[in-house]
């Protein structure tokens, strides 16, 4: 099967990639390389995956409709999509809000226009975000739950990106997933989030900037984890002509606090704490409910938080020689 991942040089994208090419499938990856965080990062990412035969690579802009179009026209075989590139961050949203309608609602409707010529396309799945479910307070967070009280413009344009996909499904067909991921973590992560920035920070003796006391929560899920959930769900389309939205969470949320604990036990160094109130953009705290994905795939977490902040901890003092 000839699979198509966007953002392949990104954390998700990578790891989502490289087992699709372990699985013998054959990968067509393409991202921007933006420098969003340390474009070294994406190509050491993109180093692991040359090694495979049936990997290739595209720099590619997905918000560049032509170029989305002219690269599926010379790839008519294409079975499959996973639609990783986005500006992600949520804070970030604020600094430069233009990049996410580029790159999130823009770059969905330029993928999805590609899409259309692809005659044995059987399921596009593609990257929505907890954040969806901005203010809302009832927890666990299900799909089913209304989502029109974003908190971020990051959680407007990955909405948008769904709604999209919905009209998509509608109007020519294309059998779609969104997953809304959870926090997701683990080795080769994204250094904008708070477990690896936290890392560099204690590792290099600076201090560690905790908001909101000892409130903050996360439904971390581990990026083994979500691998597993990305293909269990790519083969399981919808009917042709319809779309749906899935969580893809940790289903325990934990406190940022121990996270800290966790680091400082993993990297043998205390963290330096400073408290500061909660960014107006971030979420209190998110809990993903799996009743839906269970039921479609038997899909659950498997690694416990203790076990996939070890494994993030071991990569990263490797990664940086620490
Ligand atoms: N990591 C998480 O916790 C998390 C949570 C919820 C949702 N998501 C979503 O999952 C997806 C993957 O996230 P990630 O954590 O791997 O982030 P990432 O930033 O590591 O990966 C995204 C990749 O997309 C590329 N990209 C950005 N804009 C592009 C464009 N216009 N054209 C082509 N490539 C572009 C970037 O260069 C990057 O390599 C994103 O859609 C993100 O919004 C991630």
């Known amino acids: 099967m000839k699979v198509l991942v966007t953002g392949v040089a990104g954390f998700i994208g990578f790891h989502v990639a490289e087992a699709l090419l372990k699985q013998g499938m054959n ?31 595209q720099k ?22 996973v639609h990783l590139a986005a500006q992600a961050g949520v804070r970030h949203s604020m600094v430069d809000p233009y990049s996410y309608v580029t790159s999130n609602v823009m770059g969905q409707v330029a993928l999805l226009e590609a899409c259309r010529h692809l005659k044995n396309l059987t399921h596009v799945v593609y990257a929505s975000s907890s954040s969806v479910y901005g203010r809302n307070r009832s927890t666990p967070f299900r799909e089913t739950d209304r ?12 909405r948008a990106a769904e709604l999209t996909s919905e009209s998509y499904a509608y109007l020519y067909g294309i059998p779609q997933t969104g997953l809304r991921f959870f926090t997701v973590y683990g080795p080769w992560g994204r250094p904008d989030m708070a477990y690896y920035g936290f890392a560099k920070a204690i590792s290099e003796g600076r201090p560690v900037t905790l908001y909101d006391g000892k409130n903050l929560s996360r439904d971390f899920t581990y990026i083994d984890d979500i691998v597993r959930g990305v293909l269990k769900v790519l083969g399981r389309p919808p009917e042709a002509g319809t779309s749906r939205v899935l ?3 940790g289903d325990k949320p934990e406190k940022v606090v121990r996270m800290i604990e966790l680091l400082e036990r993993n990297l043998d160094q205390k963290a330096v704490v400073e408290c500061r109130p909660r960014p107006v953009a971030d979420m209190e705290s998110t809990w993903a409910s799996l009743e839906n ?3 479609l795939c038997g899909w659950e977490p498997e690694v416990s ?5 070890k494994e ?7 990664f940086y020689g620490i």
């Open 27 to 57: 990968v067509i990856g393409v991202d921007s390389l933006n420098d969003y965080y340390d474009p070294a990062l994406k190509a050491a990412r993109l180093k692991q995956l040359e090694p495979y035969p049936s990997f290739s690579f």
């Open 60 to 81: 590619l802009d997905v918000a560049d409709h032509q170029a989305m179009l002219s690269l599926t026209e010379s790839h008519p075989d294409l079975e499959a999509v």
């Open 147 to 158: 989502v029109d009280q974003p908190s971020s413009l990051y959680a407007v344009t990955k």
């Open 247 to 249: 969580n893809l969470g």
């Open 293 to 295: 994905i269970k039921e």
């Open 305 to 309: 938080f203790e076990d996939g902040m």
């Open 312 to 318: 993030f901890c071991l990569w990263f003092r490797k």
